[in-house]
């Protein structure tokens, strides 16, 4: 009886499947372990009820132990982008001068999305094959979610969409201009000039969106004379890297960890015209945790702080009880409301806001009005109040900020908005429901929570 007890105990706490005998994973693991991978032999791959694809520990991993060590040319990062010549031959053989019409309009991202197709329409003639083969095929981020469906989620997500979508299609238009105008008759090339698509730019885009990790290399790689380089395309910075297995590895908030840049020899400031993935061999990129992890648990690693805005349009999941959550609200829109109460600001009071950055992070969490939001609404009710010092109020907000007066104000805004949100979700409540609907249908219910209680208070 106490054995089988045990058995069914062991059953119900394993909600896992183990996945390292497929046959992708299997060819994963061999290519991973030939260009030099070392992995804590603890780990494997599984197929979790609750998350999908994880890591699993076989036996107890404690804080300080090393999860993996990747040598630099098993990432792909700037430095693999710049030394591959068939890539760069795009934009340096071409009718256009590419690094002066297009100075710094890119992002690093995109310019990762558009290698990555590069590499994938490359197929087996790349190292990066088997790699590109296990990655995901789809994404359950709201960006690709119907038309239709689109129109009756909530405006915060919607926001979000839209400017993904304005950075994706401005990039795309670039890089098919680039192509348009390339004049090598290099063959690779020529058949990337057929092939490439938004479609497929599209997944490249949320696979480094929702994979990449953070790593610099800016003591390693001289990045700053690059004017004859393609990192001249780039507006902000290159620090962000794909890295095999470890990209599998999913978040949890409570997770800590620590990465490490690992130089074996003298190698700091190599000039983006002398790299060679040689020079590179002894350079590796290490993750350590600072959590413990019972046998036959899924690792986590922390991705960041992040609210599930954040979480589910840009890496398509959801978390539930996430106190950093919250309701946001624009300026212009509390503008708007008061003047229905006929209660407009002043110029001196909206000069007064502006010094006081407090036009920005207006928002209602768990807690109540952010110190932003109390702000601007002190100055809405006292700045007029011979008898109240409206900036000391607003320094002792930082320590307390809750006034019932306050919140009588915007009662009637936030009423408008949770019923605005009830509504998108009567509309959602008909459709079929998928992951990324789901995910869009938990968030507006967390908002819906969020400001029944400020209403209460």
Known sequence: MGRTRRKRNIKKERDFCACDNQEEIILLNSWLSKHGMRRNDKL???????????VLTKKK?????ELMNLPLNLTINVTTILMDNLFCKIFFENSKRCLVEYKQSISFQS????????????????????YLESLPKEYSVPYFLPNDVKQNIDNDILSVISKQKDIIDSSFNIFENVLVSNISDDSAIQEFKS???LAAYEWAYFTVNTRCVFMDLSKVVDLKNIEHSI?????DNTKISLCPY???????????NETKLLVSKNITNVNVNNLSEELFSDVHF????KNDFDPYTQVFICYGDSHNLKLITEYGFFLPDNDLDYVSFTFDEVVAFLKTKSIKLSQDQISFINNHGLRKDLYIDCKGLSYNFYGLLLVVKYYYDQSTDVSRLIYSAAICSHDNNLNDIIAPMVRTKLNSIKESLDKVSNIDKCVILNNCVELMCQYV?????????
């Open 449 to 457: 929570r969020i400001l029944e209680k400020f209403i209460k208070c």
């Open 44 to 54: 494997s791959l599984a197929v979790f009820n609750d998350t999908g694809r994880g």
């Open 61 to 65: 991993i404690q804080s300080g132990e």
């Open 231 to 235: 990192i001249n395309l780039i507006c």
């Open 195 to 197: 092939s490439f698509s």
């Open 286 to 289: 290490s993750i350590y945790t």
């Open 111 to 130: 310019l990762m999305a558009f290698y990555l197709v590069f590499l994938k329409l490359r197929s087996g003639k790349t190292k990066w094959h088997i």
């Open 246 to 256: 470890l990209d599998m590895i999913n978040h949890s908030p409570n997770a800590r």
